[in-house]
């Protein structure tokens, strides 16, 4: 940062000279120096406007190839710290050829550990050493059958099962399995009858070895579990404080001392997760924003049910085509192949798009296809503040540099 500050003042210094009378020389020598001031000057901005949000970076060499893919549950503070301090080792070697950044915004923190793992996996980033193919996090899995069961594993199959997470250790995963099996318990014995198994007794078992369990009373337990893992953790939280809050005042202390175990577990263990489908669908997801006559488009690439890759454009206010007819542009483009169906927000012409293109256009309603559409727009935003802000600090520096 100490580097990047002098030469931001060099070049301020040099562009005010550049407008005295008789000093054209010096225009030449700033387009000269531009290269190195200019970018620099430009990282320094970027990273005063970074998001307080979760989310991947991406650092990028001058010849715009990917060095480097990290995850954060706060953008701007991890970011910042490896320009805020001196490095070593790798860290150093890796500052010292960024020379640009990207980011992508996710909905939490969890989220944004499964895009870093899908772009890795995509780009395979030559700094990126811990997460080479074979190399994997933990998944709770949700299997499809009559009387499912739940289980960690570490590998994602094309079985129709139902995919929570990653987790960032085996040790998180447990955590949760276990506050499910507290809150939603399963079979855990053979299910013979006449005597209670000590599962059942702990209250870890639905209870088949002492009463008869038909198949919508295990459904509910599923369901009540899968609703859990989709993050929809809160209502039951408040429902375990009512019940708390009735066992004190019947003076069963030790039985609201379990459930407030049981509420802290749910705070520490669960955060909105992503779920994968067993139906590894491959679309693409548009988003937009609009700002002062400025328009911001990013198209995310789902590939094998995971985000593993986006593009995105700005348009100036003096580009007169509509949003629908530059989304038609960028699938016209040699490199830019038509996905089996485009998720796009609300306010776009399906029709329209949908006789450009000939795939089909799917406007979401709810769900996790909405929550997708809603992270693009997100994304469209975050891009077209930033640029404007950037626009706004260098006017004609960020013209040129396109």
Known sequence: MESMGKHFRNWECFSLLSLLPGVKYLRTYIRFLKGSFFMEALMKEKLNILPEAPGCYIYKDENGEILYIGKSKCLKKRVRSYFNKTQIGKTARLVRLINDLEYIVTDSEKEALLLEMSLIHTYKPPFNIQLKDGTSYPYIKITNE????????????????????????????????????????????????????????????????????????????????TQFLEGKASKVKQQLKVEM???????????????????????????????????????????????????????????????NGRKWGIL???????????????????????????????????????????????VPKRGKKLEQVHLANENSSSALHAHAHLLEKFPNGLREAK
């Open 146 to 225: 009559k009387n499912p069961i739940i289980e960690i594993v570490m590998e994602i199959k094309q079985d129709k099962a139902k995919y929570f997470g990653p987790y960032p250790n085996r040790y998180s995963a447990r955590q949760t399995m276990e506050l499910l099996q507290r809150l939603y318990p399963l079979c855990r014995c053979e299910g013979k009858l006449g005597r209670p198994c000590l599962y059942y007794q702990m209250g870890l078992c639905i209870g088949p070895c002492d009463h008869e369990v038909t198949p919508e009373m295990y459904q509910k337990q599923i369901t009540k579990i």
């Open 316 to 362: 100036s206010p003096d580009q007169q085509q509509s949003m629908e007819e530059a989304i038609i542009a960028f699938y016209q483009q040699p490199n830019n192949m038509l996905p089996k169906e485009l998720l796009i927000p609300a306010d776009l012409d399906q029709s329209y798009l949908k006789t450009a293109l000939g795939i089909p256009i799917i």
């Open 245 to 307: 809050k009735r066992q004190i005042e019947a003076l069963h202390f030790e039985r609201a001392a379990e459930l407030r175990d049981i509420i802290l577990a749910i705070e520490e263990t669960v955060e909105k997760q992503h779920i994968i489908f067993g139906d590894f669908s491959s679309r693409d997801i548009v988003g937009y924003s609009e700002r002062n006559g400025y328009r911001s488009f990013h198209v995310f690439f789902v590939r094998n049910g995971a985000i």
